[in-house]
């Protein structure tokens, strides 16, 4: 169940009529200022909605503003133009050409909307609001008149000093710092001198081989030798075996004939059978 309402304190009759007045007598006393426009521009917010600037170089054409106006007042036309190809072997490109952006200020309701939509940030708001003509069909402003309302658009206003930093400006900074960095150490490489060709290093006694080990020299030299199987080695074969005179030698069965064959038998062998 609600709570009962407190009651409430009787009216006296004539409060109305004195806090008015009150109000009228106040203001009679202070100074009248008047605002000396035009001679004296008056000081308008950055939002104004003046007039819409247009920057010509981000439109694309895509026809979004004249779609979404309410009142048709945005006119566009265009072309289509052919881009050779960047790389020898590529496919030629098509692009559109703006050939005509005006904007009907007579229809215009100031909805803002086309600006809204842009998403390629081609439109902006102007505070300038002077534009008046004598004759209507001079409020539709044509493109070169659009861009000259640019430079009236005011500049953004400063981000919040907590606020992330927009990643398009991180991403170029930090290929600018990239680049600074490469171009520093070439610079820095090509004003170095060339250095001197280091003298061979004597070993110290303490690095020096000792009489018992081998030289590292003849370390590595005996390493990189090859080595063959023992039973294909080209040195033993050419030995002579006690058999075998060596390459020089004559043999037994043909320079000296008391020598015997291992396969005949000798005189006394003979004697003795």
């Not at 009651?7 to 203001?27: D, E, Y």
């Not at 990643?167 to 960095?181: S, V």
């Not at 490469?182 to 690095?207: E, I, K, M, N, Y």
Request: hydrophobic share 30%.
């Amino acid at each position: 169940m609600a709570a009962p309402l407190p009651p409430s304190r009787p009216r006296i009759p004539g409060s109305g009529l004195a806090k008015g007045l009150a109000v009228t007598l106040r203001t009679m006393t202070r100074k009248t200022v008047t605002e000396q426009y035009p001679d004296v521009q008056p000081d308008l917010p950055p939002r104004t909605r003046g007039v819409i600037g247009l920057f010509e170089e981000n439109c694309t054409v895509c026809m979004l503003c004249a779609r979404e106006c309410p009142d048709w007042c945005i006119y566009i036309d265009s072309h289509k133009e052919t881009v050779p190809a960047a790389t020898p072997g590529g496919r030629e490109r098509s692009r559109n050409v703006l050939d005509r952006f005006a904007i009907d200020f007579s229809l215009c309701m100031y909805c803002g909307i086309c600006i809204e939509v842009c998403p390629f940030d081609a439109l902006f708001w102007s505070p300038e609001f002077e534009y008046a003509e004598t004759d209507i069909r001079e409020l539709t402003h044509e493109r070169d008149k659009l861009r000259e309302w640019m430079w009236t658009v005011p500049a953004p206003p400063a981000l919040d000093p907590g606020a992330e930093e927009p990643k398009e400006i991180a991403t170029a900074r930090k290929t600018a710092e990239k680049l600074a960095a490469q171009q520093a150490q070439q610079t820095s490489q090509a004003q170095q001198p060339p250095q001197a060709q280091q003298a061979p290093q004597v070993p110290s006694a303490q690095q020096a081989p000792s009489a018992d080990e081998p030289h590292a020299d003849e370390q590595a030299r005996a390493a990189e030798r090859p080595t063959r199987p023992q039973g294909d080695s080209k040195q033993q074969t050419d030995q002579p075996t006690p058999d075998q005179p060596g390459p020089g030698e004559p043999r037994p069965d043909q320079s000296r004939p008391d020598h015997p064959r291992p396969d005949q038998p000798g005189p006394d062998q003979e004697g003795r059978g």
